[in-house]
């Protein structure tokens, strides 16, 4: 356009301007709104999914209005494209980094309802972002008009000294993969390795695995150390399992008596104390003729891991008031030595001589 610029023309462009801001501030009105209601499903997917479309609306709202404002003024073609492209660009940087925050918080989402915990697998949070910012950036260059097969070509090339060059890096990336994919451990499980570490697994990222021990402290493990090392998973295939707690009594006591309160202790550990299987039943098992008892064994039932040390505190503790109760002893190791007298020693002698110490000494 050639015209020249009237204040008519400001006035429609105002218009439009303002006609675009007030479609944004209703928008996030309205979106606002929504969130309020999102936020009491139980699926927290679609917090995620309002969350993002409370950034992207209203700004989409208000390109629309800057692009109708650009055209009814007397832009030269050159300047319309101009700024209908920078409207462009702006516009998909917006929805790519809206996008990558959605996809990215329903990744998160089903990774959580499927590990069942509070912690998360960031690996793939992290590739899923990667992803969707570095489509979105491709986009870009498109809409620029700057070709992106030389970039992709410059990046299979590329591609190969940069992953001679992180091997190790690479090698935890897949192993972390794998180890998700493989649903060998998952955030919350307890697992201990041949090495010793043990506790609750935190998180699992695109490098290292973060493990908490009971102590609170944090061990990081790389991927891949984790990935080849033998471990066990007290949580897999199942949260609840057994304890084993040795006990013995004296040979004097009544064995069916025995096994007849400890099973009440039992059972009253597993009803009362917080963390036991109250429908576990109580099993005792003699299995030892001992120096100075009969050992057997009794199996408890817990939640998890970590609530087998309060259930064996109060086991033990009831077990060992309900015994003084009923006159059950618990003895202590002993053993006995019998000394007996032998035949009396007699020493070498020769006339005029007797030998001590190996030397020779004469009356």
């Known amino acids: 356009m050639n015209r020249t610029l009237t204040l008519d023309d400001l006035v429609l462009a105002g218009i439009?301007?303002?006609?675009?801001?007030?479609?944004?501030?209703?928008?996030?009105?309205?979106?606002?709104?929504?969130?309020?209601?999102?936020?009491?499903?139980?699926?927290?997917?679609?917090?995620?999914?309002?969350?993002?479309?409370?950034?992207?609306?209203?700004?989409?709202?208000?390109?629309?209005?800057?692009?109708?404002?650009?055209?009814?003024l007397p832009c030269t073609?050159?300047?319309?494209?101009?700024?209908?492209?920078?409207?462009?660009?702006?516009?998909?940087?917006?929805?790519?980094?809206?996008?990558?925050?959605?996809?990215?918080?329903?990744?998160?989402?089903?990774?959580?309802?499927?590990?069942?915990?509070?912690?998360?697998?960031?690996?793939?949070?992290?590739?899923?972002?990667?992803?969707?910012?570095?489509?979105?950036?491709?986009?870009?260059?498109?809409?620029?008009?700057?070709?992106?097969?030389?970039?992709?070509?410059?990046?299979?090339?590329?591609?190969?000294?940069?992953?001679?060059?992180?091997?190790?890096?690479?090698?935890?990336?897949?192993?972390?993969?794998?180890?998700?994919?493989?649903?060998?451990?998952?955030?919350?499980?307890?697992?201990?390795?041949?090495?010793?570490?043990?506790?609750?697994?935190?998180?699992?990222?695109?490098?290292?695995?973060?493990?908490r021990q009971l102590s609170n402290n944090l061990v990081v493990i790389p991927n891949g150390q984790l990935a080849k090392a033998n471990m066990t998973n007290y949580t897999r295939p199942e949260q609840e399992l057994t304890v084993l707690v040795q006990v013995g009594v004296g040979y004097d006591s009544d064995l069916e008596h025995v096994e007849r309160v400890t099973a009440e202790v039992v059972t009253e550990v597993m009803t009362d104390v917080t963390g036991a299987v109250p429908e576990h039943e109580p099993a005792i098992r003699f299995h030892t003729f001992g120096d100075s008892r009969i050992g057997f064994t009794v199996i408890l039932g817990v939640g998890e891991f970590s609530d087998q040390y309060r259930i064996k505190h109060e086991f033990i503790k009831r077990l060992h008031r309900r015994y003084r109760e009923e006159g059950i002893r618990i003895p202590a190791p002993t053993r006995s030595v019998s000394l007996q007298p032998g035949p009396a020693v007699i020493p070498h002698q020769r006339t005029g001589e007797d030998v001590t110490g190996g030397a020779t000494v004469a009356d």
Do not use: C
């Open 16 to 72: 439009a301007l303002g006609a675009g801001l007030l479609l944004a501030f209703m928008a996030r009105t309205l979106l606002r709104w929504l969130a309020k209601h999102a936020e009491r499903t139980r699926w927290s997917g679609d917090d995620v999914i309002v969350d993002a479309l409370r950034s992207v609306v209203p700004w989409a709202a208000i390109v629309g209005g800057a692009a109708a404002a650009t055209a009814v």
């Open 77 to 211: 073609r050159t300047v319309q494209h101009h700024v209908y492209q920078v409207l462009q660009v702006w516009l998909i940087v917006v929805v790519t980094f809206s996008a990558a925050r959605v996809i990215a918080g329903l990744v998160r989402t089903v990774t959580q309802s499927r590990s069942g915990v509070a912690g998360s697998a960031t690996i793939f949070v992290n590739i899923t972002r990667v992803l969707v910012l570095a489509i979105g950036f491709l986009v870009v260059l498109q809409t620029l008009g700057i070709s992106i097969a030389p970039l992709l070509t410059a990046l299979g090339v590329g591609g190969l000294a940069v992953a001679l060059a992180l091997q190790d890096t690479l090698a935890n990336l897949f192993a972390g993969v794998h180890i998700l994919a493989s649903k060998t451990v998952q955030p919350g499980d307890y697992i201990r390795l041949s090495s010793g570490e043990e506790g609750y697994v935190v998180d699992i990222n695109w490098r290292q695995t973060t493990v």
